[in-house]
């Protein structure tokens, strides 16, 4: 094809039958929002009609993202408005902290479901928003209603959601690594450990000093020491699915790779435990779940990449007695853009892995 | 899931209807072995009865790719003989050279299609197996009927072939950056120069003292100088699409990418040119192509990476008068797993797309 | 120690024995700045007395470059003010292009040498700057007297200059690879190829889109297709040191690393030759040279990272006919930083390798 | 210069004054020689003579490590034999585990001084060898006069010592962030959790299959779960500093970069702490060393890259009440040959830092 010939109206390909619902997505033109367009370009069920990015309004989606150039020729980001989604069936939102909490009851009312991938509607506690974001929510009244997006853990309270907002990718990560050991009774749910490394597309597109290639490459660092944000979205997500008061200190690293997270958290047994116990009762936890490995083998992140899969393992120390569990996932699907397809999918009614893939791109 | 719980005896997901056709993989437990499984998870018409590895046989998919766990649980590599893909209606052939010259006359008479993914069946002239593999054909007389599988350029051939000799992914690259320029006479066949730089995975999975991650991150080196064996293919290509008897110069670089090759292509003009002229050559030639994409843009490896898409583009320099190729693809897909399965849909009479996509995971 | 412990006033050490001199930085906070305050933290006859940086200004050296925390501990940048510099035997300027022209003329009188790093003094001719960087230049009295910073080609010149422009990194690169080709009458000198590949770090230190980690990691591509500025500085270099009109296609290609260039060159023969003739015309035109290796292997970046290294070879295609120079070094090194001590060791009058090294920091 | 001319018979540059001391490596050609060589190359008081390398016997320094070239024409490596080390000054062994301890018995009774930098006479308990590599030791009778190489902990032991054990790179890492806190008394000391990233080139040259490119980039994966063999080492030299026994649960990652090792360590506090009296601690106790940062930063590995610099900080949680401590250095030199020089300059009664920077290769 010539890139600058005009496209069909419509180009998306769809696969298989079933029904057809109509998608935007509202802040399109960073990596969470070029990772839902890849998604959607192979979802049978979904046709992305409109997709906003204000400071690219007016782009081609190939001058920005060529790798989607072949599926989105003739298309273009535009500016948004609260019309432009009027009337979809979902709608996913890929807007800096701040900006969704004015967004989204601009639009909830007219759409079907939203799923906000940002952390605006995240934590329940309004509190917390001025505690380690620094400004006061705006929309709190919404914050009851959202459902808290990580399935295997809150999958009936998504089926009913109309807004969803999606777990953060490192709180994912720690989330589903933890909450086994923390539902079977295994460790004590104060003082856990979680050292965790990322790659660096979490981020986000736009250039900054602490990622430039030169800063990053050849580059292991700690940052947000005792202060990351993700602390109270992974300790509200571990005490209300484990019915415990659960406090964590949390450390993120960033290493030289685009993708892919692991967390290793650690720790202290409530009784004398080996690591048969703690893999068993990881299996047990996920034993249903389509998108959740758990085995003997010490989990990669490559092992994930562009796939919606979590890798698992456990570990009891028998020197120190503590215990240690080890998850890997991919910040831009499992950690964000994947999730939220899985969310949609969940609550429109879809099945659940419709235009998800379990196999990574290896290598 | 648990791993070692056992799997239904045949889990490979379909999608969409139609006919299924039975697939196995002689050498599937390389690089392009572990892609054709990857793409063939996802591919709706195709489902895997066998994959054979020698050196990995009883190994666990799993083992050898975490990444292949959830859709190849209870599946392992076997031993290959030639009864175990009898009857089967694609054989895909990842074995080095020299081995599938004594592997596929074993199996083509027992089998629908067999699509070589190594170099023993590409070169037309017997003589070139010795000067630049150092070895003698020893089934020369299915070279005639081996159609190269390019389809880009050789699309019929291969819809009425059953023995393919799917491209090398460098010889890919060059050629169809190239084809469209000497196709339209607007290049001199002789002493162009194809300067590439590719990605790690094109060596292949076994350890070797230059693919280390020591010897190659950071680095930058020619290798094969003035004797690559992809040299004979592409002027091959090249001179049977274009009717003419092009020679060339291939340099190929190893860059610290695991996926992705991009060839910058030299030659002479044969009448004075501008770079209008010679986009416009590309787009005509590869109008109706689903997987090429030609524009003004510098093409990047990463856009194409997991994607079967190649990315095309070319100048002509007013100072030197010299004309300007450059054209990338990813290896393992369009270089080699993407490119077969494509030829096996053609061959088998499938819509050529099915199964591949189009879209880079990206970053 | 302790970092905010306050440091002894001077505290880069010497070694060895010789004289002092007195050294000055003028846009110290960039990649190449801090590769000059690295190689003069160990340079025995070269105190740094002052380095500015005026977005900088204030800021502590190790809040910039961790790397510098031991040597330069107590130490800022500052605002730079013409006398900042006065009296001073060094003063290197690593400035963007287009501010050097304004700065040079402020100070050169009033200090001993200067080597500007930046592009605004290697040209000879005043009409290639409005053509290739868009402006004219504001000082092109001072054009002529500038010795070019390339001492392997142009030692005498340097050795009596007080202004000394030190040639770009992949000027440096391509004209080092082909100079003996050309002086030995082996190539034609029109319609050069020049094929590079470039680490990220000559893009210098401020965030860009086209230099995060994510756009850069895992990826190559191709830039300033037919217009990259270092054309003129290569075609000039060539033309002068062998009285010949070269004119070239110069192609830069990104890839992921660090530091580090590669240039393969292309050229028509003049005459019937081989490989052995063109690796003895590189040899013979470096004899004496300490920073060149001439061999037959085919030259790796990381061989040469940290050093003040250059690597070259050379061969002849006996199939096309076409000569083929390939050579490598670090970009802040050969290509920048090390060249400019290298440049002002000659001009004060030190043995020429005073303070570089020429091992490469390796893997 | 021309690679293949002979050089001079003892190329090593000397700069400065003083005695020259002559030096030998055995087991030279891995990663940790080629640094010492890197290391000695620039040494004023160390002249290196001999450098075996069984493998690579009568292969030329330039052709493994073309880094070397200049530094090393015209040198080989040679077969060990215990005479050819016979009356040397200083010996350093780069040998693998268990292979050292059959050496050094042959050599140390000949030489001045022995640095070993492998693990064979680092732990004190014999029984230790069996646990931890598998096989007894097969010469006990030298570990108690053996220094063990840290010379921040035990630099008096050194000073003294005919036989240094210079200390494993992660556990120099992770002692040398720890120790302030033990020593202080302001952890507890048992159950210390050291979460360690490492980089590649400590797995040493020979390829592998878990260190291949195609592997390791883009990947995190932690190894030797529960197992790792510094274990021990990190007890022992934390226990015998300070007088406490200290058990720790040590978990490395590996992470796609050539150089580097982070430790991220976590311990419960013994009282109620603060930030402010954790990084206290660490400034006090490294006071008046040469190669130690202490401050608020968060350490970044590649800000040591090719220098013997070590980096630290420290934090209290005040949520959780834990306290943590940060620290990189570069595996192959303050992890290994940098460490093993420094142990030599020490034993010789050199000048510490003599042949080391404390600046880093950056970017």
């Known amino acids: 094809m010539l890139a600058d010939v005009p496209a069909a109206p419509f180009p998306i390909p769809t696969a298989g039958g079933g029904p057809t619902y109509r998608v935007g997505i509202v802040g399109a033109s960073g990596y969470t929002g070029a990772e839902l367009m890849r998604l959607l370009a192979g979802h049978p069920n979904f046709e992305l009609e409109v997709m906003t990015g204000d400071s690219k309004a007016g782009t081609a989606v190939a001058d920005l993202y060529p790798s989607l150039a072949l599926a989105y020729r003739g298309r273009f980001f535009e500016a948004y408005t609260p019309e432009i989604v009027d009337g979809l069936d979902v ?70 959601a109309r807004l969803i907002a999606a777990t953060g990718c490192n709180a994912a990560t720690a989330t589903l690594t933890l909450a086994p050991l923390l539902a079977a009774g295994l460790v004590e749910p104060d003082g856990i450990i979680i050292n965790l490394i990322t790659g660096v597309s979490g981020a986000g597109r736009p250039p900054k000093e602490n990622t430039t290639f030169c800063t990053v ?71 249903d779940e389509p998108f959740v490995v758990v085995d003997h083998r010490s989990p990669s992140t490559k092992a994930v990449t562009g796939s919606n899969a979590v890798h698992l393992t456990g570990r009891v120390d028998p020197r120190t007695g503590l215990v240690m569990g080890v998850g890997v996932l991919d910040n831009l699907m499992k950690g964000a853009s994947g999730m939220a397809v899985q969310c949609a999918n969940i609550a429109i009614g879809l099945p659940e892995t419709t235009g998800l893939s379990t196999v990574g791109v290896y290598p």
Chains 1, 2, 3, 4 share one sequence.
């Open 91 to 160: 709608v996913f939102c890929g807007l800096p902290h701040g900006v969704s909490m004015g967004v989204i009851p601009e639009i909830i009312d007219n759409v079907g479901v939203v799923v906000d991938l940002g952390s605006d509607f995240r934590l329940k506690n309004p509190q917390l928003y001025p505690d380690w974001y620094g400004a006061e929510h705006v929309a709190p009244e919404y914050l009851p209603e959202a459902a808290y997006g990580l399935p295997e853990l809150f999958r009936s309270d998504i089926a009913e």
């Open 217 to 287: 490459d050849e580059n292991v660092t700690a940052y947000g020491l005792l202060t990351h944000r993700h602390t109270p979205e992974i300790e509200q997500a571990l005490s209300v699915s484990t019915g415990r008061d659960v406090t964590v200190l949390f450390t993120p690293h960033l290493a030289p790779l685009n993708r892919g997270i692991l967390a290793s958290c650690y720790g202290r047994p409530t009784r004398s435990l080996d690591t048969g116990e703690v893999l068993e009762a990881m299996a047990d936890y996920y034993r």
